[in-house]
T-cell receptor
Framework: AQKVTQAQTEISVVEKEDVTLDCVYE???????LFWYKQPPSGELVFLIR??????QNEISGRYSWNFQKSTSSFNFTITASQVVDSAVYFC???????????FGAGTILRVKS | DTGVSQDPRHKITKRGQNVTFRCDPI?????LYWYRQTLGQGPEFLTY????????KSRLLSDRFSAERPKGSFSTLEIQRTEQGDSAMYLC?????????????????FGEGSRLTVL
């Protein structure tokens, strides 16, 4: 079975602070794919990043960075210098090599205050 | 707008009534998914179509739920004899599956969802 755990239910930060969202996953597949999605108040899930299990290089995109560690089954997401517009629910998701669907975590609510 | 569109955005109904949701995927996408999201939870898989064929259904999809994608384009999700426990956001997503497996990146493109409230 595949499972994604986002232990942080809600995080509040003040604008310009850095914040890290944790994601831990479980899978028996040797090849798998990890994703982060953002869900603003409008409701639409917006794709942020995909990472393959065979590519452990961390990635930086503007203020966003992702830390993939196979040894701890974690795929954490950091926002540097947070902004009020970053306020949303963030979901981590997993897809197995032969699976046809994404399995989502429960999400982390991020509130960025000005 | 060339994204995934869903209709209606909000539906309030009385227990026991039937409701139908429509999803129009991104036009070239051959795969279409339905997910359900309740308050404070992540999306849960309900079912998916490859073109017009429904290939997988979750145990969450009881006999009261039926989904169709008759021409491999738009899809409908019908809930019969609604119950209060059906209150949720119903999300539709689409993707393009290519014949070469290594070309498939796996990400889904979601619509804004249809929120159902059963009174």
């Amino acid at each position: 079975a595949q499972k994604v755990t986002q232990a942080q239910t809600e995080i509040s930060v003040v604008e310009k602070e850095d914040v890290t969202l944790d994601c831990v996953y479980e899978t028996r597949d040797t090849t798998y794919y990890l994703f982060w999605y953002k869900q603003p108040p409008s409701g639409e899930l917006v794709f942020l990043i995909r990472r393959n299990s065979f590519d452990e290089q961390n990635e930086i995109s503007g203020r966003y960075s992702w830390n993939f560690q196979k040894s701890t089954s974690s795929f954490n997401f950091t926002i540097t210098a947070s902004q009020v517009v970053d306020s949303a629910v963030y979901f981590c998701a997993l897809k197995g090599e032969y699976g046809n669907k994404l399995v989502f975590g429960a999400g982390t609510i991020l509130r960025v205050k000005s | 707008d060339t994204g995934v569109s869903q209709d209606p955005r909000h539906k309030i109904t009385k227990r026991g009534q039937n409701v139908t949701f429509r999803c129009d995927p991104i036009s070239e996408h051959n795969r279409l998914y339905w997910y359900r999201q309740t308050l404070g939870q992540g999306p849960e898989f309900l079912t998916y179509f490859q073109n017009e064929a429904q290939l997988e259904k979750s145990r969450l999809l009881s006999d009261r739920f039926s989904a169709e994608r008759p021409k491999g384009s738009f899809s409908t999700l019908e809930i019969q004899r609604t119950e209060q426990g059906d209150s949720a956001m119903y999300l539709c997503a689409s993707s393009l599956i290519r014949s070469r497996a290594s070309d498939n990146t796996g990400e889904l493109f979601f619509g804004e969802g249809s929120r159902l409230t059963v009174l």
